[in-house]
């Protein structure tokens, strides 16, 4: 289902837990990390494919969740050609998102990559909001900086962090619009090098951990 332009109607999650930190998957059998997304499917609102997807590609279902805020607009990126099926070219430009900022209810045990007979990731992690763009796919990095900056303000309790790309000296892309507002430790643990002085991480069913997550540079 594209629109006229060419671009496929997608939402994007980005999941926080109660220390502000987002969820960060590893796409399976890839270096390259990434929030959940997905198809907005022929009748669906953007709110009902983003249920659908929360569930498919993190095992989530709607009551583990509550919805903080979502983007105003469509945030477009374009794929390059050598990503797209060779049928597809000259009518497939890329994809149109809403992006929805989500407040984790549940635990992290309740969290599935294994939700479906097709995972999306194979690791997932914990992660300071503003995430490593180095590591995402290069055509939608300026996506996420536009995602994150925009709901970076609805972010629940304590400090707003500050924000990394723009401290770096990148550029933002931030458009202007305003967001929209919505409407027991876990049986696998892992102790990682990351985590601060070695705390454990837990680890739901189907999860693993990357052994040297990619750094915030």
Do not use: C
Not at 1 to 13: A, H, Q
Not at 41 to 68: T, Y
């Amino acid at each position: 289902m594209l629109d006229r332009d060419g671009f496929r109607p997608n939402v994007g999650i980005i999941l926080l837990n109660q220390k502000n930190q987002v969820f960060w998957g590893k796409r399976i059998r890839t270096h390259s990390w990434q929030f959940p997304q997905g198809g907005i499917d022929r009748g669906e609102s953007p709110e009902q494919a983003m249920f659908r997807e929360l569930h498919e590609e993190v095992g989530l279902q709607p009551e583990h969740v509550r919805i903080v805020a979502r983007t105003r607009d469509w945030l477009r990126y374009e794929v390059p050609d050598r990503f797209i099926r060779r049928e597809a070219r000259g009518h497939y430009r890329g994809q149109k998102q809403i992006w929805f900022l989500l407040q984790l209810m549940g635990h992290d045990w309740n969290l599935n990559l294994r939700a479906t007979d097709h995972p999306e990731f194979d690791a997932w992690r914990w992660n300071d909001y503003w995430v490593p763009l180095d590591v995402v796919v290069e055509f939608k990095r300026g996506v996420y900086e536009m995602a994150l900056t925009e709901l970076a303000r609805f972010l629940p309790r304590g400090e707003q962090p500050r924000n990394r790309y723009l401290r770096g000296g990148m550029r933002s892309r931030e458009t202007g619009r305003d967001a929209a507002p919505a409407a027991e430790p876990a049986r696998n643990a892992l102790r990682t090098p990351w985590a601060p002085g070695g705390a454990a991480m837990e680890l739901p069913p189907g999860a693993s951990f990357d052994p040297e997550p990619p750094s915030a540079s």
